[in-house]
């Protein structure tokens, strides 16, 4: 078996026929593949698998899961264990991916000098058509556009990141290293390790039949997934923000001691932390970005920049939440230090170190 191509479905019992119709014509006589179907359902779609299996020429698997783990994401892992090839080409149900694209991917796949094939909405040629509305159209590139900054080495030649229909040695993958939730599964596979990238074009289809699942839900799963896949970075970025705090809180005290004015004494422990919180952040946290980033005297200026209109404009926010929000002056510097180190933490990845 040269190839093995993984479906996951839920509730999709309209389009399966169509869809191993149009798969078997475009592999027939070309290319031994597989069909292995990952089934999450409560409807027939399990059923009209079993129906179609029976008639098709090429080899038709059904995974049906009653405890589905880890959603559509989970569903492609499931299906890279079972599968006959170690070359497994991934595509949804609804014929959004078309099948005669199959023996392209493949085609690109089989000079074996990469380790996936992607499949992209946004290379040249390609076409988002089915993506069903304008708001959708603008969330998906949006969120292309900012993944693909917060990952700028490992997404440097991903056009589209999130797209769901590729082609992957499996060997290439350390299945242990995944946490696969929701969607986005290839974006979990490529921002975990180095990957060797190519990319072929496609025109994004209208669904054939039945509805998107695509929900709210999966949207927040997918920032979880960039919370969860920038940990590192944002736990250094962390401890480097408390070692500033509490040398911040010794700086005030020793030049107090000495004399100095409380507000110049405050004054000089934030700009002297800023600098060095700067100077950390370049050594630690975003050293790999440095490089394809602009010069350091710009990535300094706009993080100085930053950090002073934060610490200016925290202030006056505090005070308006405790005189209208019934809270005290501690907690609403908590949760304005909280939200402050998100805000700074992406600022800092999209802005300061953009490549
Ligand atoms: N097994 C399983 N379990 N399959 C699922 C689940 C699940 O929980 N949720 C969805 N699927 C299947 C669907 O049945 C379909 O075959 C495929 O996954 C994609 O689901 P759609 O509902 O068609 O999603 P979409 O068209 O909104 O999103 C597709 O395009 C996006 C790009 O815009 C997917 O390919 C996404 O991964 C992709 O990011
Ligand atoms: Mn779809």
């Not at 698998?49 to 098709?56: F, K, L, N, Y």
């Not at 422990?269 to 970005?289: C, H, K, P, S, W």
């Amino acid at each position: 078996m040269l190839l093995s191509i993984v479906v996951p479905t839920y509730n999709e019992a309209p389009n399966i026929a169509e869809l191993v119709r149009r798969i078997t014509a475009a592999v027939q006589n070309r290319l031994d593949a597989e069909i292995v179907f990952v089934d999450d359902s409560t409807d027939a779609t399990p059923d009209v698998i079993r129906e179609v299996a029976a008639s098709a020429s090429l080899p038709v698997r059904l995974i049906h899961r009653d405890r589905p783990v880890g959603g559509l994401g989970g569903a492609v892992m499931e299906g890279f264990a079972a599968a006959e090839a170690d070359a497994c080409l991934v595509m949804d149900a609804d014929l959004q991916h078309p099948p005669e694209e199959i023996p392209e991917l493949w085609h690109r796949y089989s000079r074996g000098d990469v380790d996936v094939v992607i499949a992209s909405r946004y290379a040249g040629g390609g076409t988002a058509g089915g993506l069903a509305d304008r708001t959708r159209v603008t969330v998906s590139k949006a969120s292309t556009a900012v993944t693909r900054a917060m990952f700028p080495i490992r997404l440097k030649d991903v056009s589209d990141p999130m797209t769901g229909f590729f082609l992957i040695d499996r060997r290439a993958i350390e299945p242990e290293q995944l946490r696969p939730r929701g969607f986005k599964i290839l974006l979990e596979i490529l921002a975990r390790r180095p990957m060797r990238i190519a990319e072929v074009p496609f025109d994004f289809a209208d669904r054939h039949a039945g509805e998107s699942k695509a929900s709210m839900r999966q949207g927040l799963h997918f920032l979880t997934q960039l919370t969860a896949l920038r940990f590192g970075k944002m736990s250094l970025f962390a401890v480097i923000g408390g070692l500033g705090a509490i040398a911040n809180v010794g700086i005030v005290w020793a030049l107090t001691h000495w004399g100095v004015d409380y507000i110049v004494a405050a004054i000089i422990a934030a700009e002297v932390t800023i600098i060095g919180n700067f100077l950390l952040q370049e050594r630690f946290v975003f050293q790999d970005m440095r490089e394809s980033a602009s010069g350091v005297w710009l990535r300094f200026a706009k993080s100085f920049t930053f950090n002073n209109a934060e610490a200016v404009i925290r202030i006056p926010i505090v005070a308006m939440m405790v005189s209208t929000g019934h809270i005290s002056a501690v907690v609403a510097t908590a949760i304005t230090l909280v939200v402050a180190f998100f805000v700074r933490f992406l600022f800092h990845s999209l802005v300061v170190y953009a490549p």
